[in-house]
């Protein structure tokens, strides 16, 4: 049986995201401010099934993001020339991964992290996963793992959590289900735009992306 999101990560797919990406930008620019950090969103195939590589954050690391569900990434470097720049080091920092601007297909919208900081997220195609070699850094990484695009794409993996402030609905955030760990948060935040622009006509966003932070967190949630 073929794969059914074997096309995804095709050249002609390529073509289509890096167009998209690239007209948005455009669309953007005057308006976008720059970011404080970002992350990249690692595409890649695993034993030739497009997926999304993720990593959990190791607890070495304290604070609020320790232990989380993530893609490489970090803050801003003044060294670092764009938000493409910071997430090509943060990578290779985080995995070991020496990655090249071709590999790049473009940036997604600016999100808000838990501290209203923007963060650009960069969408790139590792390639076939059984060809790298990864060495995570202990301090920064505690776990690798991949989800195949199938799996995200089906609606059984597809949760949300509802928000609610001073006893009132607030706003809905996705959840991705059934895999080794939950993605959560602004992680699932960008793996939802990223599915909407790989597969449009298969998935589309079910939340509102939030153009700033929340303050705090809400003091009420319910799962759907």
Same mark, same amino acid.
């Given at each position: +049986? !073929?794969?059914?999101? !074997?096309?995804?990560?095709?050249?002609?797919?390529?073509?289509?995201?890096?167009?998209?990406?690239? &007209?948005?930008?455009?669309?953007?620019? $005057?308006?976008?401010? &720059?970011?404080a950090a970002a992350?990249?969103?690692?595409?890649?195939?695993?034993?030739?099934?497009?997926a999304?590589?993720?990593?959990?954050?190791?607890r070495?690391?304290?604070?609020?993001?320790?232990?989380?569900?993530?893609?490489?990434?970090?803050?801003?470097?003044? !060294?670092?020339?764009?938000?493409?720049?910071t997430?090509?080091?943060?990578t290779?920092?985080?995995? $070991?991964?020496?990655?090249?601007?071709?590999?790049?297909?473009?940036?997604?919208?600016?999100?808000?992290?838990?501290?209203?900081? +923007?963060?650009?997220?960069?969408?790139?195609?590792?390639?076939?996963?059984?060809?790298?070699?990864?060495?995570?850094?202990?301090?920064?990484?505690?776990?690798?793992?991949?989800?195949?695009?199938?799996?995200?794409?089906?609606?059984?993996?597809?949760?949300?959590?509802?928000?609610?402030?001073?006893?009132?609905?607030?706003?809905?955030?996705?959840?991705f289900?059934?895999?080794?760990?939950k993605?959560?948060?602004?992680? &699932?935040i960008?793996?939802?735009?990223?599915?909407?622009?790989?597969?449009?006509?298969?998935?589309r966003?079910?939340?509102?992306v939030?153009a700033?932070?929340?303050?705090?967190?809400?003091?009420? $949630?319910?799962?759907?």
């Amino acid at each position: +049986m !073929a794969e059914p999101c !074997a096309g995804l990560l095709s050249s002609g797919s390529e073509r289509r995201c890096r167009a998209r990406l690239a &007209a948005a930008a455009a669309a953007a620019a $005057g308006r976008r401010g &720059a970011a404080a950090a970002a992350v990249l969103v690692p595409l890649c195939s695993v034993r030739g099934r497009p997926a999304l590589l993720f990593t959990l954050r190791s607890r070495r690391l304290g604070g609020p993001h320790s232990g989380d569900v993530s893609f490489p990434g970090g803050r801003r470097d003044p !060294a670092d020339g764009d938000a493409v720049a910071t997430a090509l080091r943060e990578t290779r920092e985080e995995l $070991g991964l020496e990655l090249g601007t071709p590999s790049v297909w473009g940036q997604l919208r600016l999100l808000p992290d838990r501290q209203g900081q +923007m963060v650009a997220p960069v969408v790139a195609n590792l390639g076939a996963l059984e060809g790298l070699t990864l060495t995570p850094n202990p301090d920064e990484v505690e776990e690798i793992f991949t989800l195949p695009l199938a799996h995200l794409l089906r609606e059984e993996n597809q949760g949300y959590t509802h928000f609610r402030t001073a006893g009132r609905y607030g706003y809905t955030l996705p959840v991705f289900l059934n895999g080794p760990h939950k993605v959560w948060g602004l992680t &699932a935040i960008i793996t939802e735009l990223t599915l909407e622009l790989l597969a449009p006509d298969r998935y589309r966003r079910k939340t509102h992306v939030l153009a700033r932070s929340p303050s705090g967190r809400p003091p009420e $949630g319910s799962s759907a």
